[in-house]
C-alpha cells in the first residue's frame, strides 16, 4: 500500500484517539454506515434501468448490498433475486422489501446470502445486474468465476449489465488515492481515506465517522476494504474468456462526488 496515505489514515485516528483498528466495512455496524452513506447515492441508476427496461423476465441482482439498486430494480415490477455474502446487508435488506415504498409494486423477491462468484442458481435471468462497481472487490479468479456463473444464468437474449470504473484514467488523474471530509447530518462527519497500490491491482479504503455529542464529546468509528485496482483492457479480456460479449458501453453521469469514484462506465454484455 501507499505508505504516505495510509499513515494519513492511522495520523487521523490518533488524534481522535481511537485506538481500535478498523472493522470491515461489511459488519453488522459498518453495513449500517455503508447503507446511509448511500441512501441518496444516484450514481448509475438511471443508465442501469435504462438498460433493464430494455429485458425481459426475471432479474438477478449481485452484491445487492442492503438494496440502493435494488429498490428502482423492483419498480419494474418483476421477480427479483437478489445475491449478497453479507448477512448484515441482507439482514437490512429484507426489511426493505417488505414495505410498499420500497417494493411499490409488489414485486416478487428472493434473498440469497453468498458470494457473489460462487452462488448456486438455475438459468433464466433475462437481466443480471452487478453495480457500484462490485467486480472490484474480486481478485482475477473470482472474477473469472463470476463471468462463469454470469453465463450459466443468463437465459436466451438476456444481458448481463456491469459498471466499472476505468483504473486507467483513474491513476492518471490521481497516483496517491486522497482523504475527503463531508457533513453527515446534523451532527457528525465522515472522514474517507484510499491509499493505491497500482502495481499489486489494491486500493485500500478507510472511513471514519464521527459524532458529535452535549458537551463537545464525540465518538469515532472506523471501517476498511480493500478493492482491486484493475484495468478494464484486463476486465474485457476476462469477460470475453468466459464466453460473455461486450455489446456495449456508456458513460455513467457521477451523482455524488464520491472520493475514487470517477470514469464509471456501464457494460451491457450478452452470451
Known amino acids: 500500500m501507499n505508505t504516505a496515505t495510509d499513515k494519513t489514515a492511522d495520523a487521523i485516528l490518533r488524534v481522535l484517539g481511537h485506538v481500535d483498528p478498523p472493522e470491515d466495512l461489511y459488519s453488522v455496524s459498518g453495513s449500517r454506515l455503508y447503507d446511509q452513506v448511500t441512501a441518496n447515492d444516484l450514481t448509475e441508476l438511471p443508465e442501469i434501468l435504462t438498460?433493464?427496461?430494455?429485458?425481459?423476465?426475471?432479474?438477478?441482482?449481485?452484491?445487492?448490498?442492503?438494496?440502493?439498486?435494488?429498490?428502482?430494480l423492483l419498480a419494474l415490477g418483476r421477480p427479483l433475486t437478489a445475491v449478497d455474502s453479507s448477512p448484515e446487508m441482507l439482514a437490512l435488506l429484507k426489511v426493505k422489501v417488505a414495505s410498499k415504498a420500497f417494493n411499490p409494486r409488489g414485486a416478487s423477491v428472493e434473498l440469497m446470502e453468498a458470494d457473489?462468484?460462487?452462488f448456486e442458481l438455475d438459468g433464466g435471468y433475462g437481466c443480471?445486474?452487478?453495480?457500484?462497481s462490485s467486480i472490484t472487490l474480486l481478485d482475477p479468479k473470482g472474477r473469472r468465476d463470476l463471468f462463469r456463473k454470469v453465463r450459466g444464468c443468463l437465459a436466451p437474449g438476456g444481458q448481463f449489465l456491469l459498471t466499472v470504473l476505468n483504473a486507467d484514467s483513474h491513476q492518471a488523474h490521481d497516483d496517491d488515492g486522497g482523504t475527503s471530509v463531508a457533513a453527515f447530518g446534523e451532527d457528525s462527519f465522515l472522514i474517507t481515506t484510499e491509499s493505491r497500490d497500482p502495481a499489486n491491482g489494491a486500493r485500500h479504503v478507510t472511513m471514519i465517522h464521527v459524532s458529535f455529542g452535549e458537551g463537545g464529546t464525540y465518538r469515532s468509528s472506523a471501517y476498511s476494504?480493500?478493492?482491486a485496482f484493475v484495468s478494464n483492457s484486463l476486465i474485457e479480456?476476462?469477460?470475453?474468456?468466459?464466453?460473455?460479449?461486450?455489446?456495449?458501453?456508456?458513460?455513467?453521469?457521477?451523482?455524488?462526488?464520491?472520493p475514487g469514484l470517477n470514469d464509471v462506465e456501464l457494460w451491457v454484455c450478452a452470451a
Request: overall charge positive.
Open 225 to 227: 476494504s480493500d478493492i
Open 237 to 258: 479480456e476476462e469477460i470475453k474468456t468466459e464466453g460473455l460479449t461486450i455489446l456495449e458501453r456508456r458513460p455513467v453521469r457521477i451523482a455524488t462526488q464520491t
Open 128 to 132: 443480471v445486474v452487478l453495480g457500484a
Open 116 to 118: 457473489m462468484a460462487s
Open 51 to 72: 438498460a433493464a427496461r430494455k429485458t425481459a423476465g426475471p432479474i438477478l441482482e449481485l452484491a445487492a448490498g442492503s438494496g440502493r439498486i435494488t429498490r428502482p
